[in-house]
């Protein structure tokens, strides 16, 4: 039993001055899907075929995981008046997390690249 403390030093010793291996962010992982917000009538134009293409050199377009968070993030920008007023809908993206995100300095994660919208949530 007295090996058992020296052993844990020289284990954390061995381990001290090695960088840390680079692991994905944790939104990459779980993120199956991904959501942004835009204009309410984006709907119609998905409901009749058109693709709906969102630009991130038009504006910026943050992305979240769920449509849950994207609405969250919708009314506490609204009621902060960050985000003006307006007909606010949760859209799909296509595309993946390696594909389309680009994760700010500050952890948050917006589009990178055109990416289309293929379908709205229901709320």
């Given at each position: 039993m007295r090996l058992l403390p020296l052993f844990l030093v020289l284990l954390l010793a061995s381990c001290t001055g090695k960088s840390p291996t680079p692991q994905p962010s944790p939104g990459a992982a779980a993120c199956l899907a991904l959501y942004t917000f835009a204009p309410g009538n984006y709907i119609m134009d998905i409901a009749a075929g058109a693709e709906v293409v969102l630009d991130p050199g038009v504006q910026e377009f943050p992305l979240f995981c769920g449509p849950a968070a994207a609405r969250d993030?919708?009314?506490?920008?609204?009621?902060?008046?960050?985000?003006?007023?307006?007909?606010?809908?949760i859209y799909l993206l296509e595309g993946t997390f390696e594909d389309i995100v680009h994760e700010t300095n500050d952890g948050r994660y917006s589009l990178k690249r055109l990416a289309s919208a293929v379908d709205w949530v229901t709320e």
């Open positions: 993030y919708v009314n506490r920008e609204t009621a902060a008046g960050r985000l003006p007023d307006g007909d606010w809908r």
